[in-house]
Each structure stands twice: as structure tokens, then as C-alpha cells.
């Protein structure tokens, strides 16, 4: 009798082995199912972080407007801008086939310290010609940009072609 109980024993520890390692393969399984919606969650939020911190930088336009021969910089966000600063790197002639006038330094032609929602820059072509040595023919080049800094700190530099550069946090 007790060869029978020690072979149901050894029956009942194998199918208990079975079933532990079932058992251990649905928790690995279940593992890697929770463990990749963790993933995605983290790569959303991150996703949605950066969007958050280019949301207002991608509201700053700046533009050229041909007709009245200036560069305008508007805030269409919600927030304030801070450290405007309208450079230029080159400056080109478009009345005549010349080659570009480049600076070898950048120069500023506008500063402000702040810019609320709704409100435009405009700096005019006769500024840019001033800093150009007071040629004439000229307008706003490719090496034109904008910096500002944010409402959270970061600082931007948006092309005249409407490129916008990553952030750098400054405070």
C-alpha cells in the first residue's frame, strides 16, 4: 500500500511541476505583454513632452514681406517671448547678378526683451542696409534667423526659411 501512495506521490509532484511550469510561462508571457504597452506608454509621454516643449516655439512665425521691404517676427502663442534678436549672416543684392556679401561675424540689427501674444516685429530693409554698409539693392539673405527664449526657458533659432533649431534650456 504504501508503493501505491508513493507512486500517486510522484504522479501528483510530476503534474505539479506541469503546472508550475505552465503557470511560469503565462506569467513570462503576461510579462512581456505589460511590459511592452510600459514601453509605448513612456515612448507617448516622451512624444508628448517634446511636442509640448516645441508647442510655442512652432507659433513664432518669421517672414519676409516683399512688399514693404522688412522682416516681421509675430507671437501667434499664448505666451510671451523672450530676447529677441534679429540676425543676419549674409546679405545678397537682388537687383543685379552679384556675388554675396558675407559678414564674417553675425550681426544684430534688432534686440527686444520681450514679445507678447499678438505682437509683431518689424525691422526694416533700411536697417539691414545700415548694418550692410549702406549699399543699396539688397534683402534679407539666407543667413537671416531669429533667436528668442520660451515661456519654459529653452531657446530658439528659427531660420528665414522657416526652420526652427532643437532647444537649449538657458534657466
Do not use: C
Amino acid at each position: 500500500m504504501t508503493e501505491f501512495w508513493g507512486a500517486i506521490g510522484a504522479i501528483g509532484s510530476f503534474f505539479g511541476m506541469i503546472l508550475a511550469g505552465i503557470a511560469g510561462y503565462v506569467a513570462f508571457r503576461l510579462f512581456r505583454v505589460e511590459s511592452g504597452r510600459d514601453l509605448k506608454a513612456d515612448e507617448f509621454r516622451r512624444e508628448q513632452a517634446e511636442e509640448l516643449v516645441r508647442h510655442q516655439a512652432t507659433r513664432i512665425g518669421f517672414w519676409v514681406d516683399s512688399d514693404a521691404k522688412q522682416v516681421v517676427v509675430l507671437n501667434s502663442s499664448e505666451l510671451p517671448i523672450f530676447r529677441i534678436r534679429i540676425v543676419f549672416q549674409d546679405y545678397r543684392s537682388y537687383d543685379q547678378v552679384l556675388p554675396p556679401v558675407i559678414f564674417p561675424d553675425e550681426k544684430v540689427v534688432h534686440f527686444q526683451d520681450a514679445l507678447v501674444p499678438g505682437e509683431r516685429i518689424h525691422v526694416s530693409e533700411q536697417a539691414f542696409r545700415e548694418e550692410a554698409l549702406n549699399k543699396n539693392g539688397f534683402y534679407f539673405g539666407q543667413g537671416t534667423y531669429i533667436q528668442f527664449i520660451d515661456n519654459a526657458g529653452f531657446r530658439w533659432k528659427r531660420a528665414i526659411e522657416g526652420g526652427l533649431s532643437e532647444p537649449e534650456k538657458v534657466r
